[in-house]
């Protein structure tokens, strides 16, 4: 079984400028949650979807959004790119709401210049 | 406030010898428990979680974790480490309120030396 796929892998903007991530899940797993990893601030929690609904959201500002297709496949984007949004994104999918395991995908490394 | 810590930063030690990964979490109730470990330019790979139950948990590559309610903690433990073993260890929790997110730990970094 295919694991989490990130797409692109290494991204480079600059201040100002709008980006948009992808992440497809496992094969029938239904959530997917997005995390930020930089060094200063570790792994944070950015959202999280569920049958194309936002289930919960971290405490990152409007600029970063998401949405989840019916094929379970999310993407998120962060408009007006900060040099502090400069991180690693990971996203994780887990199989149902009950199943807390999550599986995560190699990550998508942003550079913001 | 709500927190899960990793103490050590870093830590090295000798191929072959033996490894305990320190963690600590506060929450009001038992939250969910994992560890995750980071290879350079990889994401996370789930090592082991506890739920419920038996304490001492088994996972892969060999490793085990205690979790001990009275002490709040749930150390990562492998009696002989092995040079590939090194990478990033992340110490994890969600917390039993329904929601799916994982709050993780600072991270430590294990180096093995040969």
């Known amino acids: 079984k295919a694991g989490v796929t990130q797409t692109p892998r290494y991204l480079i903007k600059t201040r100002g400028q709008q980006v948009t991530l992808s992440c497809s899940p496992i094969?029938?797993?239904?959530?997917v949650s997005w995390y930020q990893q930089t060094p200063g601030q570790g792994l944070q929690f950015l959202f999280e979807?569920?049958?194309?609904?936002?289930?919960n959201k971290g405490n990152f500002p409007g600029r970063f959004s998401g949405r989840q297709f019916s094929n379970s496949r999310s993407e998120m984007n962060v408009s007006t790119l900060e040099l502090g949004d400069s991180a690693l994104y990971l996203c994780?999918?887990?199989?149902?709401?009950?199943?807390?395991?999550?599986?995560f995908g190699p990550g998508t490394r942003l550079t913001v210049l | 406030a709500q927190s899960v810590t990793q103490p050590d930063i870093h830590i090295t030690v000798s191929e072959g010898a033996s490894l305990e990964l320190r963690c600590n979490y506060s929450?009001?109730?038992?939250?969910?428990l994992f560890w995750y470990v980071q290879s350079p330019g990889q994401g996370l790979q789930l090592l082991l979680k506890?739920?419920?139950?038996?304490?001492l948990v088994q996972g892969i590559k060999g490793f085990e974790a205690e979790f001990k309610r009275s002490q709040s903690s749930f150390n990562l433990r492998k009696p002989s480490v092995h040079w590939s073993d090194a990478a990033e260890y992340f110490c994890a929790v969600v917390p039993q309120t329904g929601a799916n997110n994982l709050f993780f730990g600072t991270g430590t970094r294990l180096t093995v030396i040969p």
């Open positions: 979807y569920f049958s194309e609904t936002q289930r």
């Open positions: 994780a999918s887990s199989l149902v709401l009950a199943d807390n395991e999550q599986f």
């Open positions: 929450y009001g109730a038992t939250p969910y």
């Open positions: 094969s029938g797993h239904r959530s």
């Open positions: 506890y739920f419920s139950g038996d304490t």
